[in-house]
């Protein structure tokens, strides 16, 4: 084993989720022996990394370059990615679903920083007694925050404000959701915002209408699906996500039931099946998708619901 990932893909999520999850387990059991040196250096440079790719055209040192492979494998411009702007937020070389990004700055995953970015700064403080830590962590996640709503906001002409799926801080966006987590449809989730947020209500109204590129409709689904998958396969983990931030019961009820229907009689969730026919799908095993699944039902149990 060495410090490298596998794939050496730069995925800002990457970074998040361990930070998430240590601050549920210290939320959840109050212990802290989790949080030892290796722990402290591991958030430091996290915070150093999330810094440093707000100015990833000036300052960065990370080139991810595969020649001969397809656009969605391979970062451009000699593995640099298209040039970005300088807006607070910071740069993700790939998406959640391990596809390249088109622009730099996806504005789920920044949201999904200012979510961690606040769980370092009360570790720091709290833990380790750190308030230099805390107040980098801090400010980083004021700054992102802030490039979020002045850049990751777009006027759309049939939903009003939405929040765009990249950005450059050119002026482009990218306007889509993508099944992967963090995603648009999963803001409340990760608790970047409340589900009744008007953005966040415009931008899901977006997400599950055929304006998102990547949301199909068909015989047994309709739900979000990705460009990491075929045209007309919907994720059993979007159809999981939608659940989980739905606050209308009969909504719910028919996702569980349409996750139940369309598991290839398996057992188990998939990664994308085709909405015409669920036999045909990617990922015969894929624990992420089944857990999302574990929680929906959990959330439908304690609401009385099922």
Request: charged share 20%; aromatic share 14%; net charge negative.
């Amino acid at each position: 084993m060495t410090p490298w990932m596998w794939e050496r893909k730069y995925e800002l999520d990457s970074l998040c989720f361990p930070v998430q999850l240590l601050h549920d387990y210290w939320q959840a059991s109050g212990k802290t022996d989790v949080f030892d040196d290796a722990c402290y250096q591991a958030l430091v440079s996290i915070v150093g990394v999330i810094g440093t790719e707000q100015r990833h055209m000036e300052k960065s040192p990370y080139r991810f370059l595969r020649p001969g492979f397809k656009e969605t494998e391979t970062l451009q411009n000699d593995g640099l990615g298209l040039p970005v702007n300088y807006t607070g937020m910071t740069w993700s070389g790939f998406r959640p679903s391990d596809d390249a990004s088109l622009f730099g700055y996806n504005v789920p995953g920044n949201m999904f920083a200012v979510v961690i970015l606040g769980h370092i700064r009360e570790i720091a403080s709290t833990i380790y007694k750190d308030e230099g830590l805390a107040g980098r962590a801090q400010k980083l996640r004021e700054q992102i925050d802030f490039g979020i709503r002045a850049y990751g906001i777009v006027n759309h002409p049939r939903f009003g404000r939405i929040y765009a799926y990249e950005t450059d801080g050119f002026g482009n966006y990218c306007l889509m959701d993508d099944a992967g987590t963090p995603g648009l449809m999963s803001i409340p989730y990760f608790g970047y915002a409340p589900a009744d947020d008007p953005v966040y209500q415009n931008t899901r109204r977006f997400a599950l209408s055929f304006d998102n590129p990547y949301y199909f409709e068909g015989k047994y689904a309709k739900g979000i699906g990705s460009p990491h998958t075929k045209d007309g396969y919907v994720w059993h983990m979007a159809l999981s996500m939608q659940a989980l931030t739905s606050t209308d019961e009969q909504e719910v009820k028919d996702l569980i039931e349409v996750l139940i229907a369309t598991d290839a009689d398996t057992g188990f969730m998939h990664e994308g099946f085709d909405c015409n026919d669920p036999a045909i799908f990617t990922r015969p095993w894929f624990a992420w998708s089944n857990s999302l699944f574990a929680q929906v039902i959990c959330k439908a149990m304690d609401k009385g619901w099922v």
